[in-house]
């Protein structure tokens, strides 16, 4: 099967393009891809620069999953139940949870009509502006290089619930994480497939199974304890003002409930980036963004119902928990409201369960984290937006230049071993949901587009493998909202005295977003590009081909009997 990568697509005139002469010249003089980019696409001396198709369905399904349930959710969520209450936290995950979905529906229309390799930064250099292409790719960048040692430092709290830092150095910890995932990234796209597979299966059955508990322990399914049902909505009550009192205190609850929603949904988009080494992407990409709806209903609006249903947000358990969790006493598992849940429960040993379920999860974020971040500093390489050498792959399609810089980052992790260099650090993951919103905001712009051009150059909607449902007046809508929320996110700053340090970590990514894209534009002297001339079509003929094969393969395998995967189709495969 051949390797369709952005990097093997041939510059020339595609047939199936209404008008050819735009393909040839329109790009060159508009900047959708300009002379540095045809020779990406036509030298057959930087073939070492190109990346591998070999993730699976079932692998970047599960890559998906990976990316949507993380520490935020097993986490995060408990300092906002107590915060706001359920009422607010269920209010606020089901809206961002619609935002999400439209953002990646989004995606998902770009990704399959032109899976290229360099994630999303590639849709907003070839169909609205090569400047906003540069920003995006840094501003996603930037996002993984702050994330990925954050995780590593959660996953050594995590074992100091065994083994307190007082007899271990959590630094020891930092550095066999960190070895670990350089080591399974450094192995090649197959490997780290599978193994990012069986870690997110993990995960997905962690969810359920607590789900699960959740039924049972609010339905009065646990020895010794009676049905609980809607009782802590009445006392003490759905609602917990924040900051006011009445109407406007439960506002202000839900939107500060909505902030920490946005920080949990983080890392839904990057199967974005995945599309460049995905088997068959135009059948698989589109299977996992419609999962995406179920994946969002069940793993994030059902499991906070239930947790406001089984955990009240007074529970001197929960508040002890959420405000010890900075403190690293047993933090990381006990400041999560699932484990609160079974403490209440008085179930006993499943806390240590738990908090080894945590641990996976928190090495399985580390992990796709520094992915996505040598992937999202590969794809600057190969435009022409950072230096050369790091577009270099070795003979498994593993860009290691940009593997090895992004791994460099890792090393703030070690920050966490000071305990004022852990609160210094606290406020480089403030910097991480700015550039999460303003990845989507990207994605939207983008998408917008897209639209604009595809429906300027008559392309036949019916022709397309997938269409969002929610076409352009949905994506006005969720960029919107989007904007909204990056301007409002810290608004609490303002309240009770200034908080500098909290306002600049929560609203530095706004101005560094905006000098990338006004200054690449005034060095570089880029211009929007014209939807006319926007080009849809490079590279395009190689993906059709690359589909043609699967789907001969496919048919040759269904008349012969072949049947791949039956174990997992018939088990894990439902619900994925």
Not at 178 to 195: H, K, L, T, W
Not at 390 to 395: G, I, Q, S, Y
Not at 472 to 498: E, H, I, M, P, Q
Not at 528 to 537: F, I, M, R
Request: net charge positive; charged share 15%; with cysteine.
């Amino acid at each position: 099967m051949a390797h369709a990568t952005g990097r093997d697509y041939d510059i020339g005139r595609d047939s199936s393009s209404p008008d050819n002469s735009k393909v040839e010249y329109g790009f060159k003089e508009h900047g959708a891809i300009d002379a540095h980019d045809a020779q990406l696409y036509t030298d057959p001396d930087r073939k070492d620069e190109s990346l591998h198709r070999g993730l699976k369905a079932r692998q970047i399904s599960m890559i998906a999953i990976g990316g949507a349930v993380g520490t935020g959710l097993i986490i995060g969520t408990g300092s906002a139940l107590q915060k706001a209450g359920p009422a607010s936290i269920l209010i606020a995950y089901s809206l961002i949870g619609v935002l999400v979905y439209v953002v990646m529906c989004s995606l998902g229309e770009m990704a399959t009509w032109l899976p290229a390799a360099g994630g999303f930064a590639t849709y907003a250099t070839r169909f609205c502006d090569p400047a906003l292409g540069f920003a995006l790719g840094y501003t996603y960048w930037f996002k993984y290089i702050i994330i990925t040692p954050n995780q590593l430092t959660a996953a050594s709290l995590v074992i100091q619930f065994w083994l307190p830092a007082e007899r271990v150095n959590p630094g020891v910890w930092i550095a066999i994480f960190m070895v670990i995932i350089i080591a399974i990234n450094y192995f090649g796209i197959r490997f780290f497939g599978e193994f990012e597979f069986w870690l997110s299966s993990i995960k997905v059955v962690v969810i359920i199974g607590l789900l699960i508990l959740l039924i049972c322990i609010t339905s009065g399914g646990v020895e010794g304890q009676d049905a609980i049902g809607f009782r802590y909505w009445n006392d003490p009550g759905a609602f917990h003002p924040y900051i006011a009192t009445g109407s406007w205190g439960r506002f202000l609850a839900i939107w500060s409930s909505m902030v920490t929603a946005v920080f949990a949904f983080l890392g839904t988009e990057l199967i974005g980036v995945t599309v460049g080494e995905a088997e068959n992407p135009r059948r698989n990409v589109p299977r996992a963004i419609k999962l995406t709806f179920w994946r969002i209903l069940v793993f994030y609006v059902f499991s906070v119902l239930l947790l406001g249903m089984c955990v009240p947000y007074n529970s001197e358990i929960l508040v002890s928990a959420t405000k010890g969790g900075a403190a690293g006493n047993k933090s990381s598992a006990a400041a999560s409201p699932f484990v609160v849940a079974i403490e209440m429960a008085r179930i006993k040993y499943l806390d240590h369960i738990m908090n080894a379920a945590i641990l996976i999860f928190v090495f399985s974020a580390a992990n796709s984290d520094l992915y996505i971040a040598s992937r999202t500093l590969h794809g600057q390489a190969m435009k022409g937006f950072a230096p050369k050498f790091l577009a270099k792959t070795n003979k498994k399609g593993v860009p290691v230049p940009a593997l090895a810089l992004s791994a460099c980052f890792c090393c703030l992790a070690f920050m966490s071993v000071s305990s004022g260099s852990r609160t210094v650090f606290g406020y480089f993951v403030n910097l991480v949901s700015i550039f999460g919103l303003l990845t989507w905001v990207s994605i939207l712009v983008s998408y917008i587009y897209f639209v604009k051009a595809r429906r300027a150059q008559g392309v036949d909607e019916k022709s397309m493998r997938y269409k969002s449902p929610f076409g352009l007046w949905g994506a006005y809508c969720a960029l919107a909202f989007c904007v909204l929320v990056s301007l409002t996110k810290n608004f609490d700053v303002f309240v009770g005295g200034f908080d500098y340090k909290n306002f600049i970590t929560g609203y530095l990514g706004i101005p560094l977003y905006l000098i990338m894209i006004l200054g690449y534009k005034i060095v570089k002297r880029t211009k929007e590009v014209n939807p006319a001339e926007a080009d849809l079509w490079t590279g395009k003929d190689v993906v059709d081909a690359d589909e043609a094969e699967w789907l001969a393969k496919e048919a040759d395998d269904k008349a012969h009997g072949r049947r791949p995967n039956v174990i997992y189709r018939h088990t894990l495969g439902y619900l994925f």
